[in-house]
């Protein structure tokens, strides 16, 4: 049995969705932020999995490596509203804090 291009794309589709799932169905700020890096995950495997199946294709393996850059300034930007959301109103649920504004 060989793996394909099918394959991947089943994989990524559904990391995709569960992250999706994640994403409309958490309500602390860190589950939604682990819902996105797992939708950053799937778009890297579609990016890698294209990239293998077209001839002299470095292109998608590049894009890859920038999603991954993107990833990590994303949680760092990320984790420091959620201190901020933290210290400010004390606690991390994405439904109550409105604002960082007090």
């Not at 990016?47 to 991954?68: E, K, L, P, T």
Request: charged share 10%; aromatic share 8%; net charge positive.
């Amino acid at each position: 049995m060989t793996v394909g291009l099918t394959h991947f794309l089943a994989v990524s589709a559904l990391l995709f969705s569960l992250g999706l799932f994640a994403v409309m169905k958490r309500r602390n700020a860190i589950g939604i932020l682990m819902g996105v890096e797992l939708m950053l995950n799937a778009a890297n495997i579609n990016f890698v999995a294209f990239s293998r199946y077209v001839q002299h294709g470095i292109d998608g393996q590049i894009m890859g490596a920038f999603v991954i850059v993107l990833a990590a300034v994303e949680a760092a930007v990320a984790l420091a509203i959620v201190l901020a959301m933290f210290r400010n109103f004390g606690t991390v649920h994405a439904d109550t804090v409105q604002s960082l504004k007090r």
